[in-house]
């Protein structure tokens, strides 16, 4: 398949083995962050972010009142850094052959160095492995071209996400990094309280409110195409009926969600746009068959004036 304006494949198949062991340090990170920031409304506290560099934690206070620490996968330099406030900074890098649990472990003596011991739960979340982050030899495979290649995609999946939340006037999260399923998404929020379905821990604390999602994964092993998607909680038996734009978006049964496939908005003439239409059109179709007040939904058609 051609590339597009910029815009490449990115084939699971390719670079499943390293998609894993990037997952994997994400998950790292993730802990850290859900151990240590403030709690926030539907797990956001624990969300990660896509910068220039790759996937980082906010801000994340010290717990030995030192000041504040940063962990990121600097996706340029191809390593864990951890950064704090002061100045204090230490490399951990990932090769291409290094094991996870190798890298983990570095990186967690790192931060007790840098700020004392931090409480760590090693299970994998959200994951088909179960080998804990800190033991786990099963993952050591990096190839730096194809993590190049995934965050060239994800910049620019990113980037459609900021800008269809951005005229949002209702409450609205970033374009949050998720480590559990290893996405990148945007929620929007009704403002009123939904019931979580389940008494799982993340549902029932990720889905206590009425949302619509838009996101981005690069494929894993029960979806194995890199894809946008929508889906709209709680929904109507109805919901997956409609006819999104474009063409090739559909509705996916084993996932619940609308689907459209990276493969489909590279090959158009105008990805972005193709992108953008997906995302609104989820969106406007999701706020009417869930009776949302319908001025959420038209704020995103409008420009917000500018600060002077």
Partial sequence: MPV????APLPFEQWSATCDT???HTQVLGKLAARLAPPEPQLQHAALRLTARGWETLPLPAPDGSGAMVLALDLHAH????EHSDGRC???????DRPVGDITREVLRAVTDMVGPV???PRPQEVAWTVPLDQDDQHATYDPDQVAAYLS?????AAVLSEVRAPFRGRCTPVNAWWGSFDLAVSLFSGELAD????????RNAMDAEEIAIGWWPGDQRYPRAAFYAYAHPAPPTYGQADLEPSAARWEPSLGEFILDWDDVVASDDPNRTALLFARSAVKHSCASCGWDPALSASLEGRPPPVR
């Fill in 22 to 24: 990037l997952h994997a």
């Fill in 90 to 96: 230490h490399g951990v890098d990932l090769t291409p």
């Fill in 4 to 7: 597009s304006h910029g815009w």
């Fill in 119 to 121: 409480p760590f739960d």
């Fill in 79 to 82: 390593r864990t850094v951890i």
């Fill in 196 to 203: 979580p379905g389940s008494s799982e821990f993340i549902r």
């Fill in 153 to 157: 995609a994800a910049t620019r999946a």
